[in-house]
């Protein structure tokens, strides 16, 4: 059997041709296991040559309706053609670029210079779509397998390397962060919204930078909404409020939205939700309050005590523990301290006589001090957590974290061991919650479609050009 692969285009204006892509020969006698249906590597050589015909039909139809001006109907003059190529999904594409003389009555200037119409259409070297593609592997895999990747199932060229795979992943990062996510659909006013946000840490680049650096992961989220993932290099605090005051509004699609903010009361994130231009209701993690009254409760439950003495402040320091976590689930934040202060005071008060017992009032001391100075410093956002519980609202960072899971330590810590720079971090991690969120290629969309402010510098120097041919005498 013997099979004739042909593409037949039709263009605009009717007119038809016929290119051959190629022959696959699989005679009967030489079948085998291997030669049933089409191989990768015919797959991959077939698709090559499909795009090469396919971009350049276009570049010659493009630049055939671009040849008459819409305004005058005049037919342009062709300056030249130029060879361009241009990275595709399925493989390197060389074609030949036309430059036509534009003409001077669709130019503000009044001025004939040649240019070339495919640019619009390929303003890089890379399609929209393998910039997409690229980006959305390197969000959830090291650049030098995505290289891999690519060539082991696409065209790739083989001069394609990770560099080149990163550049344009932080370029998709760019043009992300450049634009702002869609709003949910139809949010109601009433909806109640929970900012949950949490941190990581990355291993720093250089030896001469700091050893880490920290990225601020959280979650923003509904009952009814699909939730949003968000995240960013740590830097100055007005910069943290500015970015999650737009990610709000633009989610929320409310200038005052009904938002409880929660966090872990670690590295001052409590005063963020105090500067958001909104009244927010920040919440202390439940889960951290606990956590520290499970060290007291396990330091007291260590102690061996054996004289009679040691046994009834044991017993004292159990009746105290043994209440505390229901007055803070309860908000009962006067008689946690009362408790609290009387759990220094027998520690301080007890003379220990049994080896082992004096280290362990001095770390219960230690602890039940941490604890005081966490809730004092966490001031107004400890609230009655057994009501909002049963509401069914959440109480913890649960979902921060799970978030700092998915977009820092699947992709940059844990078992990928590298260095990185607060620049790629942040537009990376700017990627991957795009392609969490599932809206990668509506905010590329966006940013293609909106439009490009001329630089002020640019703007003066063509109003001054304008004027000065506006100066000069005609026919000069």
Known sequence: MKLTIRVEITTDWDETETFELGQLERPYRQLDPDKVGLSL??????????????????????????????????????????IRKVDTVFGTVPFRSARIVCCPC????????????????????????????????????????????????????????????????????????????????????????????????????????????????????????????????????PDIVDRLTTLVKATTGSDQPKLSVITDGANGLQSIACRLPFSPTPVLDWFHISMRVRYLEQIIKGIHARTETEKAARRVLISRVDKLRWCFWHAKLEKAKDRMQGILLLCRVIVPETPGVAESLAQLDYRTRELVEYVEANGGSTINYGARHRRGKPISTATAESAVNQVLNQRMCKRQQMRWSPTGVHLLAQVRCAVINGDLRERLEIFRQRPHATSLEVAVFLDQFRRASESLPQGS
């Open 106 to 237: 669709e130019t503000p200037l009044q001025l004939e210079y040649p240019y070339s119409p495919m640019t619009e259409f390929v303003p890089e070297r890379a399609t929209e779509e393998l910039l997409s593609l690229e980006a959305r592997l390197s969000a959830q895999m090291p650049y030098r397998q995505v290289v891999t990747m690519l060539r082991e199932f696409l065209p790739a060229r083989k001069t394609l390397n990770h560099v080149t795979v990163r550049n344009r992943a932080l370029r998709v990062g760019a043009r992300i962060e450049a634009v702002q996510p869609a709003a949910c659909r139809a949010p109601k006013e009433e909806t109640e919204w929970t900012l949950t946000i949490d941190g990581g840490f990355v291993r720093g680049r250089r030896k001469s930078e700091c050893s880490s650096f920290e990225v601020l992961t959280g979650r923003l989220s509904a009952r009814g909404q699909t939730s949003r993932v968000f995240a960013f290099v740590r830097k100055r605090l």
């Open 41 to 82: 590597a015919e797959g991959k050589d077939l698709l090559h040559r499909l795009q090469r015909v396919v971009v350049a039909a276009q570049a010659e139809e493009v630049c055939m309706l671009r040849r008459f001006c819409t305004r005058c109907h005049r037919f342009l003059e062709l300056k030249d053609r130029r």
